[in-house]
């Protein structure tokens, strides 16, 4: 998929994000539902992390420059934690609105609101899922979106028919859910921050790839900097008879392979074969 392809994907989502925000709070304070005006907050949080989803990812896309000599891939870490501060703010919107005591009656043609967007939000995380780059963070919390347009599609016509307490308890189950898709993406991207290893077959491979060029490997460090982008250095050792141009042109091929089939962008650090004086 080329980059021009990726950015109308990522348009396609904010639109989807932006309609069903409308539709969602509009239908909210239409139709008196605590729990359409709750779906309408995280609505407006969806669209919000959506747009600043859209900025972080086209920084990403720049080629290195000075202050940022591997590149800008460490933006999508910004857009992850941007997402989850957002959720949190509308959390403890969602609360106040859920704990007002103030007894209302749910109309009842509620029940289309989520039924509509209930498919704008399904087509919106299939999107952001094959665009990846930051957005996965946006995805798995806009799943709750769709959960909260399943639910009230179900609880609506029972709250306009027995009563309002069916809709408030609607809107604090769907709160109990974003706090516990806030909590799992935070401790996900804490993870991600600390900068982890690699996948083992990304470490496995390039030791095997190197063990068939025949390189003896001293060391190899390699860290995840966002994605799949992977960063690090190896020492090899070589003959102590092989001269500087020879040595230097082993390590440029072990930087092109681990580029090439790993997207690691290695450092290589040589070292001369020490002999045995047995």
Not at 72 to 87: D, E, K, Q, R
Not at 210 to 219: A, I, R, T
Not at 237 to 246: A, I, M, Q, T
Request: proline letters at 5%; a negative charge.
């Amino acid at each position: 998929m080329t980059t021009e392809d990726m950015g109308r994907l990522v348009r396609l989502t904010v639109l989807a994000a932006a309609i069903a925000s409308v539709a969602n709070l509009a239908g909210g304070i239409i139709f008196s539902s605590r729990l359409l005006i709750l779906n309408g907050l995280t609505c407006i949080a969806n669209l919000v992390t959506a747009i600043a989803g859209l900025w972080f990812y086209r920084e990403t896309l720049k080629p290195p420059d000075a202050d940022h000599p591997l590149g800008h891939a460490g933006y999508s870490f910004s857009s992850a934690v941007f997402t989850l501060v957002v959720y949190a703010f509308i959390m403890g919107l969602g609360v106040d609105e859920v704990a007002n005591p103030t007894p209302y009656r749910v109309a009842g043609y509620a029940w289309t609101v989520p039924a509509g967007v209930l498919v704008l939000y399904t087509l919106s995380v299939l999107v952001a899922r094959k665009v990846g780059r930051g957005l996965e963070v946006y995805a798995n919390l806009t799943t709750s979106e769709i959960a909260e347009s399943v639910i009230a599609l179900a609880l609506t016509p029972l709250a306009h028919e027995y009563s309002y307490m069916i809709d408030r308890a609607g809107a604090a189950s769907l709160l109990a859910y974003l706090a516990y898709q806030v909590a799992v993406n935070t401790r996900d991207v804490l993870r991600e921050l600390s900068l982890p290893s690699p996948p083992p077959e990304v470490v496995e491979g390039l030791m095997r790839d190197f063990e068939l060029m025949g390189v003896k490997v001293k060391d190899l460090r390699l860290r995840t900097i966002a994605g799949s982008q992977v960063s690090g250095y190896a020492v090899i050792s070589v003959p102590s008879g092989e001269s500087v141009e020879e040595a230097h042109a082993v390590a440029d091929r072990l930087e092109r392979v681990a580029k090439s089939k790993y997207n690691v962008d290695l450092v290589v650090h040589i070292e001369p074969e020490r002999r045995s004086n047995a």
